[in-house]
């Protein structure tokens, strides 16, 4: 099964930046659709951005468009998202997931988890964003 192991969480003032990856193994990912989701203490998880096999579109919350940017280096079995202007309401776990089953986590204009049981889920890095 695939697995994705997320780094790149830190601690960080409002204003700064930061930038997550996301490597899968043991096979590669570059037909899948992946993306980021997180989830803050006493919230429900949100979908924050996906991008679609071949980088051929994106999606984007509300909450981060213009800041925040999603990749994929399929050479590198990688996803990546920097993060900019980062604010408070940034804060929570960040995971990141690929699509093994299905084609709905990017095709409706929103970013939708998936969740058939051989989709893949990293353990999530936490991001903070405080003075």
């Known amino acids: 099964q695939l697995q994705l192991v997320e780094s790149g969480g830190d601690l960080v003032q409002p204003g700064g930046s930061l930038r997550l990856s996301c490597v899968a193994s043991?096979?590669?990912?570059?037909?899948?659709?992946v993306g980021w989701f997180r989830q803050a203490p006493g919230k429900e998880r949100e979908g924050v951005s996906c991008?679609?096999?071949?980088?051929?579109?994106?999606v984007y919350a509300d909450s981060v468009k213009g800041r925040f940017t999603i990749s994929r280096d399929d050479a590198k079995n990688t996803i990546y998202l920097q993060m900019n202007t980062l604010k408070p309401e940034d804060t929570g776990t960040y995971y990141c997931?690929?699509?093994?089953?299905?084609?709905?986590?990017?095709?409706?204009?929103?970013?939708?988890?998936?969740?058939?049981?051989?989709?893949?889920w990293g353990q999530g890095t936490q991001v903070t964003v405080a003075s």
């Open positions: 043991p096979f590669p990912m570059d037909i899948y659709a």
């Open positions: 997931a690929a699509e093994v089953v299905g084609s709905s986590m990017c095709t409706y204009g929103a970013v939708l988890p998936p969740n058939n049981p051989l989709d893949a």
């Open positions: 991008i679609t096999p071949r980088s051929l579109g994106t």
